[in-house]
């Protein structure tokens, strides 16, 4: 955690003080972090400190110079490093800020930072209901984002600049915050995207990363990984939602046919182009979306990779419901939040009664999907609009 906060403060800093914040979208749940007792543990500042990650507004360099000097303050005590030269500008601003702190108690420190964080998150977005961080182990990279709070727990693909499409590390850092969810006291678990996209799907610089066994080998591995990634979506034992924020491509919408609930802004696009790319479905699609919308309407998804709108998605029955995007994080958290109250018990038993029967097969299907796919991948077709994409050349 101090790391992320570190990098944080680096980018922030150490780079340029004029550097716009990056402007990602609020998850409708956020950190709690607004009520009236000043929450100041570790764990309390650790939450911030996620947090601060997902502002939506650049607060401004006076503000980023106060986080840097309260976060110096409370992991390192006080300012205890030369003064920088006066034309260091940007290292004499940080030391100017951190010195002025004096001999504040690093648990102050802690207590201001997370303060600040919080009136921080209450104006970027006041119309939403903010909530604590997961009180879990973060994943491993920012590229994925785990909070938990009032029976939800929100995975939250953080890659905005790229669309959130899906790196090697995110479908691992995915499976583990999914066991995580399982396991923890949460109801209901959510699935959602950070900024313009749901996500772009499986991210193509993957393929570029080739291991001394060759593309074979890679082929391999992706078959593994993939597989393994699905089996956890199959087998999650309690309520599984997308919240769609916007466009979905590939992998990110195949998987739909195993969450219990979709909804989507009206602003949601839906996009399986695995012929354009030379490749074939895949997280049992090929089973749940003819069973979903019929044989038909699933070819020309799957096999012609017509896009469909959030209504139309909805019309066939891959969402359950489409809302307005300008209300749209509102009413879904809402509507979450009071689903979240019901007996998690039964939640998750009734869940398994509908979905137990199908187990086996979707596990048979899912085999059977990556075994085609680990074989597409080494097709001249599948490079060809891989390489076509990497070079610029092509996007969907
Ligand atoms: C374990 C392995 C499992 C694999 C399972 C098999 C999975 C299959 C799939 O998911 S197939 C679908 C793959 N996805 C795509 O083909 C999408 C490719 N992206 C695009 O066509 C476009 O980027 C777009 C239509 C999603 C968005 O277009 P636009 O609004 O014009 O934005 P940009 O193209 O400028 O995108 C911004 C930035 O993001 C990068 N990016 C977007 N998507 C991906 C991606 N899937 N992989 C890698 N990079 C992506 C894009 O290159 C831009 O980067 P840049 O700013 O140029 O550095």
Redesign the pocket.
């Known amino acids: 955690m101090a790391g992320v906060a570190g990098r944080l403060a680096r980018r922030w800093c150490l780079g340029a003080l004029s550097s716009p914040l990056q402007v990602a979208r609020f998850p409708a749940l956020q950190l709690h972090l607004c009520g009236p007792a000043m929450r100041g543990s570790q764990k309390d500042f650790e939450n911030a400190m996620n947090q601060v990650k997902l502002l939506k507004k650049d607060p401004g360099n006076e503000v980023k110079l106060k986080l840097y000097a309260l976060y110096k303050q409370a992991t390192e005590g006080p300012c205890n490093v030369p003064k920088p030269g006066v034309l260091d500008f940007i290292n004499k601003a940080k030391w100017d800020a951190w010195n002025a702190l004096g001999s504040l108690p690093k648990e102050t420190a802690r207590h201001n930072y997370v303060d600040l964080v919080s009136s921080l998150s209450a104006s970027s977005e006041s119309s939403s209901q903010v909530t604590p961080a997961a009180d879990r182990k973060q994943p491993g990279s920012d590229a994925l984002v785990v909070t938990s709070q009032d029976g939800i727990t929100s995975i939250t693909l953080n890659r905005p600049?790229?669309?959130n499409?899906l790196t090697?590390q995110m479908?691992h850092d995915i499976m583990l915050a999914l066991e995580a969810a399982s396991k923890d006291d949460s109801a209901i678990t959510v699935l959602t995207g950070n900024g313009d996209y749901y996500c772009?799907?499986?991210?193509?610089?993957?393929f570029t990363d080739i291991p001394p066994g060759g593309v074979e080998e890679k082929a391999r591995s992706?078959a593994v990984?993939?597989r393994g990634?699905v089996d956890c979506f199959i087998d999650f034992p309690k309520p599984l939602v997308a919240v769609v924020n916007g466009p979905a491509?590939?992998?990110s919408v195949t998987i739909l046919g195993l969450f219990d609930i979709v909804y989507a802004t009206d602003r949601a696009t839906f996009h399986t182009?695995?012929s354009h790319?030379g490749?074939s479905p895949?997280g049992c699609s090929s089973y749940t979306f003819p069973k979903i919308m019929g044989p038909s309407k699933a070819t020309e998804m799957l096999v012609f990779g017509k896009k469909l709108t959030a209504r139309e998605a909805c019309a066939q029955g891959l969402v359950t419901e489409v809302f307005p995007d300008s209300t749209f994080q509102k009413e879904v958290w809402a509507r979450l939040k009071a689903y979240s109250k019901l007996p998690p018990n039964a939640m998750r038993i009734s869940k398994q009664v509908i979905r137990n029967r199908e187990k086996e097969k979707l596990h048979a299907i899912n085999a059977e999907e990556s075994s085609t796919?680990q074989e597409r991948w080494l097709s001249d077709e599948c490079v060809n609009a891989v390489l076509s994409?990497l070079s610029k050349k092509a996007?969907?």
Do not use: R, W
Not at 200 to 206: C, K, Y
């Open positions: 600049d790229k669309k499409a090697t479908y772009s799907g499986n991210d193509l610089t993957n992706g990984l993939l990634f491509v590939g992998i182009p695995f790319l490749q895949e796919l994409f996007k969907l």
